[in-house]
């Protein structure tokens, strides 16, 4: 009885315990169902992505740069097949033995290999590592016939950067190489489109169109495991190739400027007087843009940094040196143009024992024997020193500069293509105050109305100053990336109805002159230069009649210069030694400007021959040779550029 | 012993089947199914290895139960004690011939399987606290003999679990247990003054803890301190459960588990497979079914007439919920990862052996309800 009370009483003690063991129970369950309603119904959004963030991984695949080609549509600068291997690490079992392999195939040197090992530390373990990046076609044929025994080999065809012409467009086209990091920060194209084996432009119009020529990456997203391998390739948005470009270079009188150089150093310029397009831009020594696409190897390399003639640099455009004698049309032009000096103004050059003296200091005509009585047209022609010394004493160095401004020496030509580009000096008096806190001799203003002293320029300058001056005496703008926008036609008629305006008063201030304006006061003034220039080519005596050209297609008018890279002391003098006698750095610069054809001008041409020795001698024969190509080739340039009209 | 137990006096054969609790086999039918479906699918929908062998034993092991069923359940109170020491054997043998998987020391292999002696002793404490309760008076329960006792028997396997090392048994061992003794009737301030004594020993027991045991803790309240280490588990874990959503990806569509960022995917985390495949609904509809079981169970505890067999099925049921709760809880981050199988679903020879055991005494509980088990 007692126990069947007992067992009762348990009984109900253990229902009791049942009930709140199951409440507790409810609750639990309770808890667990809002916590999968949290989970799975109010954050499904967010478990949703990091769930495709796990299982799907992008690979961005680089775009093909766009093609440079000249303006005859030749491809300057190309894409190349090319054949490479990369090393998938999350297929490849024992890396060590797949490098092993891989390098008895394709042979790869002992710092390529330690290069690899190098990468390797960098990159995850599910990436993928680049063994080779330019194989020959015979390792690449030879590694897929072994192929099934490299674990994680992938032989792959890509594109990579080529320069046909190699060495003959270095200084325009510049050339590619990986992005750095300075690359990716400074360049937004570059920080968006930045994919692993990405080149960009480092130098020239490779690096300053990047923005147009470098294109679009394509994404690949595939589904991977936790592992990181591969599963499939669930999308595929392919690259996009960067814009083509069209420059303005002809690549035949490139080539032929590239030519006329060979193992000389200097530059050669050449430009539509109009339309500002520049036909050829050569700058000698050069070297092979190609090398640089994979990296340059260190001998090569130091091979062109140390290289005595500076192949490195634009001589074109980065290139100052004084122009010498090829200033003194422009010299000449000022003179006439603030009303200083009229063209009949005789002066005599009494040669060495009479030099041209000016507060005690003797300036020495470069003829020995002395010119004679001069006249401003012969004074141009036969390039007499003691004229000019006289008409820049005349005229005072601050007209000149303003002058001389005018026609585009002491600013950069095209400034946003060539970082590197130099802006010269044109020198004042008030420049000095400033910058050197002098004051300025007349000494000094006798030898700037010859070229030297402070005056600095570049070819590329000389050139646009012929150019303006053979068009006429408008102002043009140089450009090398071809633009549609720039109509031949419609900038003749602005020329043509610039012409006719009427003249403002303060034109020979120092102001600003906006595109196909005019420069002169006086159109007469620049046809006695343009004359003066066209005798010094072509009749007896002067100093580029050697180079003229006799048929009346290719005649042209020029100016040499011969600029002085040192002083010439008395000694010098005496010795009066030949350009091969004298130590190569102490040579002079041999220059030469022209226009031609004279008759209806098209093209303007500078030459720089450094430490050359007379520009007569060492620079007009090379304006000769190009002139005449230039010529031969604008015929069909016309067509060309009737049929870009066209599209 | 079986066929003396099935040839009983009082019950006829056809008695005995007419009193098989057929729903309970149903559900454990279903869920097995269920089970044999997600071991397919953490197989990328191959039948292969794992699948075969969780088939196997499923077939196996449900035919034990079945048979197992027809035991008298007074048999079960005779042999409890026998049974508990035997586990406590198996347990000790362990650490002598025991055989080792990623640093824990657990199994016997027994040749045709390696069993698990912890798992067996889930169901043997229950059986031998089972029995030793129906003996003790309401009155006595409190006396210091009766509370030392149960605490030894508790904490010998406990302590033996514990350094294998396996925490999460360990767990479940005593907690099915203290579910006993406090159904027993147990004064409710020992639980409300051992609650406390815990909270006070924690940075104790804390210091004792195994680093990877400990980093499992930290990891638990912030998994992303080391989301590619101890974090990474629950952190995959919530995404493959989370993405899932309402309606689930569908069978063998699980990428979590597809692309191998689910760890333990047919142990300790099918039930996150499943909810991943079939979503909320899917998950409820799971936890629906054990609901079903653990209510079928204590059905068939009310309708018994021992306080033996009465103990034994609300003790079974509370313990088959805190292995549900704990794994679920655990897996969608609630709890700590501590190691613990879902019933029936996870793949694993001696859980599903401990689980069918355990099954099978409550089916004889309901055959032989009427059984008095002690005289």
Redesign the interface.
């Known amino acids: 009885m007692i126990k069947r009370i007992?067992?009762l009483?348990?009984?109900k003690?253990?229902n009791r315990?049942?009930f709140i063991?199951?409440s507790a129970?409810v609750g639990?369950?309770g808890?667990?169902?809002a916590?999968?309603?949290n989970?799975?119904?109010s954050?499904?959004k967010?478990?949703?992505t990091?769930?495709?963030k796990?299982?799907f991984r992008e690979w961005k695949t680089p775009p093909k740069r766009g093609v440079i080609t000249d303006f005859y549509n030749n491809i300057i600068a190309d894409n190349k097949r090319v054949y490479q291997v990369y090393l998938s690490l999350d297929e490849t079992k024992n890396f060590n033995n797949s490098i092993f392999k891989l390098k008895n195939i394709i042979g790869l040197s002992d710092a390529e290999l330690s290069n690899i090992y190098k990468k390797k530390q960098k990159i995850k373990p599910w990436d993928t590592i680049m063994v080779s990046e330019n194989l020959s076609w015979e390792k690449f044929s030879k590694l897929n016939l072994y192929l099934h025994e490299i674990e994680g080999a992938k032989p792959v065809l890509s594109t990579s950067r080529y320069y046909p012409y190699s060495n003959d467009l270095v200084h325009i086209i510049g050339y590619v190489g990986d992005a750095s990091a300075d690359d990716i920060t400074k360049n937004k194209k570059i920080e968006e489109n930045f994919v692993p084996g990405l080149k960009v432009g480092k130098i020239g119009i490779e690096n300053s169109t990047d923005q147009i020529l470098i294109g679009n990456y394509g994404i690949k997203r595939y589904?991977?495991?936790?592992?990181g391998k591969k599963?499939r390739e669930i999308s595929y948005k392919k690259e996009t190739q960067g814009e083509n470009l069209r420059t303005t270079i002809d690549i035949e009188v490139q080539r032929l400027a590239q030519k006329l150089l060979d193992n000389k150093a200097g530059s050669i310029c050449a430009m539509d007087i109009y339309n500002g397009e520049i036909i050829a831009l050569a700058s000698s020594p050069t070297y092979d843009p190609n090398k640089f696409t994979y990296g340059i190897n260190k001998k090569d390399w130091h091979e062109i940094k140390n290289n005595k003639l500076r192949p490195l640099i634009n001589k074109s455009i980065a290139g100052l040196y004084s122009p010498g004698s090829t200033i003194k049309p422009l010299v000449a032009l000022a003179a006439l143009e603030y009303g200083i000096i009229n063209p009949d103004l005789k002066i005599k050059c009494k040669g060495h024992d009479h030099p041209y003296e000016l507060y005690g200091q003797k300036y020495h005509c470069w003829k020995k024997e002395g010119h004679g009585i001069m006249s401003l047209r012969n004074a141009i022609k036969q390039s007499c020193d003691t004229y000019f010394y006289e008409v820049a004493r005349l005229l005072g160095v601050d007209k000149l500069s303003i002058i001389a401004k005018r026609y585009g020496l002491g600013t950069k030509v095209l400034e946003n293509i060539f970082p590197e580009e130099k802006k010269g000096l044109v020198p004042s008096t008030k420049w000095k105050k400033q910058v050197l806190e002098q004051s300025w001799y007349l000494g000094e203003t006798v030898i700037t109305g010859i070229g030297q002293g402070y005056i600095q320029t570049t070819p590329l300058q000389l050139c646009l100053m012929t150019a303006q001056l053979a068009n006429g005496g408008f102002k043009i703008k140089p450009n090398i990336i071809y633009n549609s926008n720039f109509n031949y036609e419609e900038i003749l008629s602005k020329i043509q109805s610039e012409k006719n305006k009427p003249i403002e008063e303060n034109i020979l201030q120092d102001r600003n002159i906006n595109l196909y304006e005019k420069l002169y006061k006086n159109p007469k003034n620049i046809k006695i230069v343009l004359d003066a220039m066209y005798g010094s080519t072509n009749e007896k005596f002067g100093t580029s009649f050697g180079s003229r050209h006799k048929d009346k297609k290719y005649r042209y008018a020029g100016k040499t210069g011969t600029s002085q890279v040192r002083r010439i002391t008395e000694k010098d003098r005496e010795l009066d030694l030949d350009t091969s006698e004298i130590e190569y750095k102490n040579r002079d610069h041999a220059l030469f400007v022209a226009f031609a054809p004279y008759d209806k001008p098209k093209y303007a041409i500078s030459v720089l021959v450094e430490h050359g020795g007379s520009g007569s001698k060492a620079a007009a024969p090379l304006a000769k040779m190009l002139i005449k190509k230039i010529i031969d080739r604008d015929k069909e340039r016309e067509i060309k550029r009737e049929e870009l009209k066209i599209i | 012993m079986i066929s003396s137990s099935l040839n009983s006096l009082n019950y006829s054969f056809i008695d005995k089947l007419k009193s098989v609790d057929y729903f309970l086999i149903l559900i454990v039918l279903l869920i097995g199914a269920i089970s044999v479906f997600s071991i397919y699918s953490t197989e990328n929908g191959e039948f292969s290895f794992y699948t075969k062998n969780h088939l196997i034993r499923l077939v196996a092991f449900f035919s034990l139960f079945l048979v197992l069923s027809f035991v008298r359940v007074s048999t079960w109170y005779k042999h409890a004690y026998i049974f508990y020491l035997l586990a406590l054997f198996l347990l000790i043998l362990v650490i002598f011939f025991g055989i080792s998987a990623s640093g824990s020391k657990r199994w016997i292999n027994l040749f045709v399987f390696n069993l698990q002696p912890s798992e067996l002793m889930k169901i043997a404490v229950i059986v031998c606290f089972a029995r030793y309760y129906h003996r003790i008076q309401s009155a006595d329960i409190e006396s210091y003999k009766y509370l030392i006792q149960p605490f030894i028997l508790i904490l010998i396997p406990c302590y033996l679990v514990i350094t294998q090392p396996d925490l999460g048994t360990a767990i479940l061992i005593a907690g099915s247990g203290i579910a006993i003794i406090w159904l027993a009737g147990l004064n409710i301030k020992y639980f409300i003054y051992s609650g406390l004594m815990v909270i006070v020993s924690l940075p104790f027991i804390i210091s004792i803890l195994k680093p990877y045991q400990k980093s499992r803790i930290l990891t638990f309240f912030n998994p992303e301190r080391d989301p590619l280490g101890a974090g990474y588990q629950i952190i995959q874990s919530k995404i493959a459960i989370g993405s899932g959503g309402m309606y689930g990806k569908g069978f063998l569509q699980g990428t979590q588990s597809y692309l191998e960022f689910l760890p333990e995917k047919h142990t300790d985390f099918i039930f996150t497979l499943f909810s991943e495949e079939f979503g909320f609904l899917g998950s409820i509809l799971l936890i629906f079914l054990y609901v079903l079981l653990i209510y079928r169970i204590i059905k068939i505890g009310f309708s018994c007439r021992s306080f033996f067999a009465k103990l034994y099925c609300f003790g079974f049921s509370s313990a088959l919920f805190l292995y549900v709760f704990v794994n679920i809880a655990m897996v969608v981050g609630l709890l700590p990862i501590v190691g613990a199988p879902l019933p029936i679903m996870s793949y694993g020879g001696s859980s599903m052996l401990s689980i069918m055991i355990g099954l099978s005494i409550v089916m004889s509980c309901k055959i032989y309800s009427h059984e008095i088990v002690s005289k």
């Open positions: 007992s067992n009483d348990k009984n003690t253990i315990r049942l063991l199951g129970k639990l369950l808890l667990i169902t916590r999968l309603y989970l799975q119904i954050e499904k967010k478990y949703e990091l769930s495709d796990n299982r589904e991977v495991n936790s592992s599963i």
